[in-house]
């Protein structure tokens, strides 16, 4: 039994106490904290009346080291799950440290004045994670998270070599708003307005916003226009998939999404920096984040489903085969659950299962480690229990 401390009460933090407090016999004690404690409150009511749980609730400034250490010290959890934004990642990821507890999270770090995320800051805390004998597992979330594992499924059980990853999502739902983001609007438009990238014969290819385009028919969805762009789990992926030749990334974007969100970056309103507004310092994408419907208020209203999944294609027993792995996600079916639609479902459950896997020692380790690195296995069983279903098929 493991006491948990989740950090972030938004749409993906709202599945991951829903999912945490379906485990109750594998998690405790439950604490949930955020910047606003309004927020905690609404989910802590929520708990209460579907599963005749208690869970604590905190405020606290995840962007400050100090507040996290007292939280940590008087909570004192075994895991802290950071489902905050990437921007708190290194601060949370210190804060454990410093009180050596367990880490993990959904994405990687990311510093607001830059919109580039990588590993690197995340990896250089292995050394002293290790030696404190503490565990950090990075980007449980589907993609990254389930993408991994998928990944390191297909190596273990189909394959000798794999030589070519294309990891293919898709969201097939439909808010009936114009414009809306399925996750916190300001960090989904920085990732998908920034250059695309994929990896090659061992180098990194750069290319323009939405240059590569190809149509993928995604099994329960049908034909989608799918746009080439950069995404974090290709960075580990590429040190952990032996014999890899290439992997890109691909997701799915309607014609008005991208008109829209052309027309905000044409005007300036996905711009990072700070504006002087009527006396005052604004950062044009913070206020559009606040004009946008929030992605946790989407679950009532979204249809339709998500795919998201793997093609893989490489060599077993010295001929050549190709496999496709997913997962459909049916955004009703996620609502009625978890009171969230299915971008959020399809990443809260596999933070819970990420920290279930934690907790019961199915994956242990001392440093710091993505997903892929772990025997797949007891997490896609985990996958299959708690709502996430896969399908493997050749191709
Ligand atoms: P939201 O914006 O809905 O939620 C973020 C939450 O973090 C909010 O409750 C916010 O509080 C809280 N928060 C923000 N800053 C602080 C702070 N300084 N201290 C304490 N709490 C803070 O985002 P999502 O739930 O959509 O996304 C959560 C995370 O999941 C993000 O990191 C996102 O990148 C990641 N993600 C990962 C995916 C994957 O597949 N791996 C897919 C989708 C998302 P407040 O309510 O007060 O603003």
Redesign the pocket.
């Known amino acids: 039994m493991a006491g948990v401390l989740i950090?972030?009460?938004?749409?993906?933090?709202?599945v991951v106490v829903h999912k945490v407090a379906q485990n109750s016999d594998t998690f405790s004690k439950i604490t949930l904290?955020?910047?606003?404690l309004e927020?905690c409150k609404i989910y802590q009511d929520e708990i209460k009346q579907k599963y005749d749980i208690y869970i604590d609730i905190a405020e606290?400034?995840?962007?400050k080291v100090d507040e996290l250490v007292a939280l940590i010290e008087k909570v004192k959890p075994d895991i802290v799950l950071?489902?905050?934004?990437?921007?708190?990642d290194l601060t949370i990821m210190e804060a454990c440290l410093k009180t050596k507890t367990h880490y993990l999270?959904?994405?990687n770090y990311e510093h607001p004045d830059t919109a580039k995320f990588e590993y690197k800051e995340q990896w250089a805390y292995h050394d002293r994670y290790k030696d404190a004998k503490i565990m950090a597992l990075l980007?449980?979330?589907?993609?990254?998270?389930?993408t991994n594992v998928f990944c390191a499924y297909l190596q273990k059980h189909y394959f000798d070599e794999i030589h070519y990853i294309d990891i293919l999502d898709c969201n097939g739902g439909d808010h009936g708003y114009p414009f809306a983001t399925?996750?916190?609007p300001e960090?989904n438009l920085r990732e998908v307005s920034s250059n695309g990238r994929y990896w090659e014969d061992g180098k990194w290819i750069e290319t323009k916003p939405m240059e590569i385009k190809m149509v993928w028919n995604y099994p329960q969805i049908g034909k989608k226009d799918s746009y080439l762009l950069y995404h974090e789990e290709m960075e580990s992926l590429v040190k952990h998939i032996k014999g890899l030749k290439r992997i890109r990334f691909f997701m799915t974007f309607g014609e008005s999404y991208l008109t829209h969100m052309k027309c905000l970056e044409n005007v300036g309103m996905l711009r990072i920096d700070e504006v002087e507004h009527n006396g005052c310092k604004i950062v044009p994408i913070q206020f559009l984040k606040t004009l946008l419907p929030?992605?946790?208020t989407l679950g009532e209203r979204t249809k339709g489903k998500t795919n998201i999944g793997v093609v893989a294609k490489g060599i077993k027993d010295g001929k050549e085969v190709s496999y496709y792995i997913y997962n459909v996600c049916d955004h009703e079916e996620a609502y009625k659950e978890t009171n969230s639609q299915a971008?959020?479902y399809?990443?809260g459950v596999?933070a819970m299962i990420g920290a279930k896997m934690m907790a019961e020692g199915k994956w242990q380790g001392e440093g710091v480690f993505n997903m892929e690195e772990f025997d797949p296995d007891p997490f896609m069983d985990e996958l299959n229990k708690q709502g996430l279903p896969w399908v493997v098929k050749e191709l």
């Open positions: 950090i972030g009460a938004g749409g993906v933090g709202r904290a955020s910047r606003r927020s606290v400034d995840a962007n950071n489902i905050a934004l990437p921007y708190q999270d959904t994405a980007g449980s979330g589907f993609d990254p998270g389930v399925n996750f916190n960090i929030d992605p946790k971008v959020s399809t990443t596999p």
